[in-house]
């Protein structure tokens, strides 16, 4: 086909989503040749689109290039194919460019090969570079691709530019944190606090009571926030996973005002190297101590987590901030005058679902499945049946409330019920499960108790209305369950479903409103008179 005219190439970057073909390649340079600082991303952007296939014309045209189209290949050979032996030399080469950028650029790529030959050549670079912005770039290729040589190297400069010796110090705690990789951090779920110490635990937003309930007057819960209850853990930080409704947990770190000089990296400095911190991160760590800082409200805002991880391992050189590494997870949320954090113990060993083997799209999180069991209690007659069992999660769950007569589970999708077969071997539990519709099932027994999790959005499977499906439910549900039976369940249309069920004689005894992550349910517990 033609090649693109430069005005179509052109038109053709203002397209979102442009993807050019190889063909293209040679006109995006010419322009790249010949454009600005501000207009060269997008045609940048361009080229790496095209893939790997570009790279050959990148590295012919590099020997007769000028700046500033030199450091552009550079920057773009660096972002394609640093791993290729003839991109690497050619970026080894540009170490001595004459042109400034083009050596920072080199440095910038050589950055992603953590190699003692690149190594090397940076720390030769490094020994006698006198341009400052040259040596910004290397400090921070050395802090990705160095050994102990550059942290030695490093650790010996004493540079008088602000920004170098900024991005001197990063490179050093990267390095720092590369070094200890070797040694295992983990967290100490035996360890028990001195004295009470708070921990907070997170759960769905509407079941709070339950998981206040399930904790017991032992760990004085309260409710602090939704999907928050605060307690007091007094043994084994294991023994936190006695609450099977919370989906993890935390240690409360102290609310601190914000000063009116002070900034957000001031604050946070001040927690994690305050005595509680140090307290919870000596106790409940065995090696050393690793931690990554999370936002509320998400973003990376890099450049805070910098200078708080900077400043921190000044005060407390044991502190180790390592994103990809970490037990640890610093929680921070802003609020009007002061922040608050905690520190999440993201290492921890959660033992309580080792039964979840299998699954199916969309099935109840155990977390969830373990609410609808403790709503659902415990009778040593029971005979419970799930009509919408997936992958057994609210069967299983029962099981270990208490002893039971029969666990019946059924499903149409036949690999719904392999997965729940999958999950009861592992469980050691006994299931009967068969194939059947929810809605005209009759069980080999009267259920005393129907406890299920029905399907929501796409797991409605073939039923156009979901409304319909669930008010046939709970008709059939009353119908079949034994007189003193319950149901219990969590309905997404309340507003339909509730008059269907009283209708067949059922009454409500408890409802607890969940937000579903994008929409409302309510978990009820129903009973037969």
Not at 109 to 114: M, S
Not at 289 to 317: D, K, Q, S
Not at 324 to 334: D, F, K, Y
Not at 454 to 473: A, I, N, S, V
């Amino acid at each position: 086909m033609k090649r693109r005219t430069a005005d179509e190439l052109r038109a053709a970057l203002a397209t979102p989503g442009f993807t050019p073909a190889l063909r293209d390649a040679d006109g995006l340079l010419e322009l790249l040749a010949g454009t600005g600082r501000d207009e060269a991303e997008p045609l940048e952007r361009a080229l790496v689109r095209i893939g790997p296939l570009v790279v050959p014309r990148l590295l012919a045209r590099f020997p007769p290039s000028v700046p500033p189209l030199r450091g552009r290949l550079c920057r773009l050979l660096g972002r394609l194919a640093p791993e290729d032996p003839a991109v690497r030399t050619l970026l080894l080469g540009a170490l001595e460019d004459a042109d400034d950028a083009t050596r920072r650029h080199a440095a910038r790529a050589l950055g992603h090969l953590r190699e003692p030959e690149v190594e090397a050549a940076l720390l030769r670079a490094w020994a006698c570079a006198e341009s400052i912005a040259f040596r910004r770039a290397l400090a921070e290729a050395l802090g990705k691709a160095g050994s102990a040589n550059a942290l030695d190297a490093l650790r010996d400069a004493r540079p008088g530019d602000p920004e170098l010796a900024r991005r001197v110090a990063r490179a050093v705690l990267m390095l720092e944190r590369t070094a200890t990789r070797t040694e295992t951090s983990t967290i100490r779920a035996d360890a028990a606090p001195a004295e009470p110490q708070p921990l907070l635990f997170t759960c769905r937003a509407g079941l709070e009571p339950l998981l206040a309930e399930e904790l017991g007057p032992e760990w004085r819960p309260r409710v602090v926030g939704p999907g928050q209850v605060e307690a007091q853990l007094r043994g084994a930080l294991a023994s936190a996973w006695s609450a099977r409704i919370a989906t993890e947990v935390a240690f409360v770190l102290p609310t601190l005002d914000r000063g009116r000089d002070e900034s957000l990296a001031d604050v946070v400095v001040r927690l994690l190297t305050g005595p509680t911190a140090s307290e919870v991160l000596r106790r409940w760590t065995a090696g050393p101590v690793r931690y990554r800082i999370a936002f509320a409200g998400g973003g990376h805002r890099r450049a805070v987590v910098w200078e708080i991880a900077r400043r921190t391992a000044e005060r407390r050189p044991e502190l180790q901030n390592d994103p990809t590494g970490s037990p640890w997870e610093l929680r921070v949320a802003e609020l009007e005058g002061h922040v608050r954090a905690a520190l999440c113990p993201r290492g921890l060993p959660d033992p309580r679902f080792a039964w979840r083997v299998a699954d199916v799209p969309a099935s109840s999180h155990p977390t969830l499945a373990a609410a609808l069991a403790r709503v659902g209690g415990a009778r040593r007659d029971d005979v419970v049946w799930d009509p919408f069992v997936g992958s057994g999660a609210e069967l299983l769950e029962r099981a270990r409330r208490g002893p039971f007569a029969r666990l019946l589970g059924t499903d149409t999708d036949a690999r719904a019920l392999s997965a729940a077969g999958r999950n009861a071997r592992a469980a050691g539990v006994a299931l009967e499960l068969a194939r059947g519709e929810a809605t005209c099932f009759v069980p080999p027994q009267r259920p005393t108790l129907v406890l299920t999790n029905p399907p929501m959005g796409r797991r409605t499977g073939g039923h156009r209305e979901l409304g319909d499906l669930l008010e046939r439910f709970v008709a059939h549900a009353a119908a079949v369950l034994a007189p003193g039976g319950l149901l219990v369940w969590l309905a997404p249309h309340s507003a339909r479903s509730d008059p269907h069920a009283r209708a067949a004689g059922l009454t409500l005894e408890a409802s607890h409103a969940l937000d579903m992550g994008g929409f409302r349910a309510e978990l009820q517990r129903w009973h037969k008179p």
